[in-house]
């Protein structure tokens, strides 16, 4: 599998941008996965469904099945600050490109999303980890860059550029575990 990571402050777009990447993938008849940090404390479960009245009487994971899908929810009874390789981990194995949205302190190699309007610092001067930069104003970045400057507004492009350098992003667990 491939991975790459999306970094960027918030309101910067890696959430539009990893949507709107996800459909041109498939369109090539790739299978993609998606690593998101979540910031808060977050529920994908709702009281009053099963799945909620299972977790809220003790149970450490929930897994929940249909014919369409998947969801296995576990619960810490202590925080946990999982690292993305071990998120990386739980994923299905068949899987050819692996999106990663946040964790931008990680040492995966990872794209920064950048705005201008955001008024927010670049990071791609120090993380050696950012191998491109999509903006949607590369006329306004701080400092030149030989890091690839791709346009935000054009998913095709962002693709295009993954796969043909996609021998950069193989994803090898044993060297992160």
Do not use: C
Not at 24 to 53: C, E, M, N, P, W
């Amino acid at each position: 599998m491939k991975v790459i990571g999306f970094a960027g402050y918030s309101g910067s777009g890696k959430t539009t941008l990893v949507e709107r990447l996800i459909p041109v993938f498939r369109l090539q008849g790739l299978r993609v996965s998606v690593v998101k940090h979540a910031h808060h404390r977050f529920d994908i479960d709702h009281v009053g469904k099963d799945t909620y009245r299972h977790r809220e009487a003790g149970a450490f994971e929930v897994v929940v099945a249909s014919d369409r899908r998947l969801a296995l929810m576990r619960e810490f009874e202590q925080p946990a600050n999982l690292s993305v390789h071990q998120l990386i981990a739980e994923l299905y194995e068949g899987v050819d490109w692996v999106l990663v949205e946040g964790f931008k302190d990680s040492d995966l190699l990872k794209i920064e999303v950048w705005r201008s309007t955001s008024n927010q610092p670049v990071r791609y001067m120090d993380d050696d980890f950012i191998v491109a930069i999509a903006t949607d104003s590369a006329d306004a970045l701080p400092q030149g860059t030989q890091r690839p400057v791709l346009d935000l507004n054009d998913p095709d492009a962002v693709v295009s550029w993954l796969t043909t350098n996609q021998a950069r992003f193989e994803y090898q667990l044993e060297n992160f575990v």
